[in-house]
């Protein structure tokens, strides 16, 4: 079974707007990974962040992770129509052999 | 970081055939990853291809339906056998690097 899960599982938004995402996820984790896919091409690798981080930035991305909670966000601060595609997450953890495990993943729209 | 060269980036066949999928990574890694993404679905990990071993099969996935080669450290192929319209699906591999995982573009198999 899946390790995260995310919610909302769509987004529509206007260009300029904010879009945050959130990511659950089971059990204790070496790392969370954020990744984007295009049109359901190969995926991009967005953010790592770990276990003992609580909020990475880069660029227009900003990710926070809560461990107590076991969940993380991600933020894209205005939004561009090139930020459409699907936004996963996935988990590293020793309990599944340190394997990444994805989450369900949320489609993001930025209309122009 | 590794780039991925990956082909086909496509192909429809007729169910009961095979089609084998390469993946060449630009640097030498000691483990590649075989994912399964089925349409609207997030990824699932098929296998973990290893040089010099056999490759190790998640749960539901086998080795006489999917068999998978790893002949040395830059190159890996995955072969969906016996092929169902269920098989249809985007095939990705994938290397570990430090920060992440670099994913190969995906290979959209139509089966009909």
């Known amino acids: 079974s899946q390790q995260g899960e995310e919610d909302p599982q769509a987004l529509s938004i206007q260009e300029g707007e904010n879009a945050t995402m959130n990511c659950s996820y089971k059990?204790?984790?070496?790392?969370l990974q954020w990744y984007r896919q295009n049109s359901g091409r190969g995926l991009v690798h967005l953010i790592l962040?770990?276990?003992?981080?609580r909020e990475k930035h880069s660029g227009r991305l900003r990710v926070t992770l809560d461990t107590s909670k076991k969940s993380s966000s991600l933020l894209i601060t205005a939004s561009r129509a090139a930020d459409t595609a699907s936004y996963f997450c996935a988990t590293d953890a020793s309990e599944y052999g340190n394997k990444l495990v994805f989450g369900a993943g949320t489609i993001l729209r930025v209309k122009s | 970081s590794a780039v991925i060269s990956q082909k086909p980036s496509r192909d429809i066949c007729q169910r009961g055939t095979s089609l084998t999928i390469q993946c060449q990574v630009d640097?030498?890694?000691?483990?590649m990853f075989w994912y399964r993404q089925q349409p609207g679905q997030s990824l699932t990990l098929i296998a973990t291809a290893n040089q010099g071993s056999e490759a190790t099969y998640e749960s539901g996935f086998v080795i006489d339906k999917f068999p998978i080669s790893r002949p040395n450290l830059t190159f890996s192929t995955l072969t969906v056998s016996n092929m169902s319209p269920e098989d249809s699906s985007i095939y990705l591999c994938?290397?570990?690097?430090?920060?992440?995982?670099?994913f190969g573009s995906g290979t959209r198999l139509t089966v009909v």
């Open positions: 640097s030498q890694v000691t483990m």
């Open positions: 994938s290397v570990r690097k430090e920060n992440g995982y670099t």
């Open positions: 962040i770990r276990s003992n981080e």
């Open positions: 059990t204790s984790i070496n790392n």
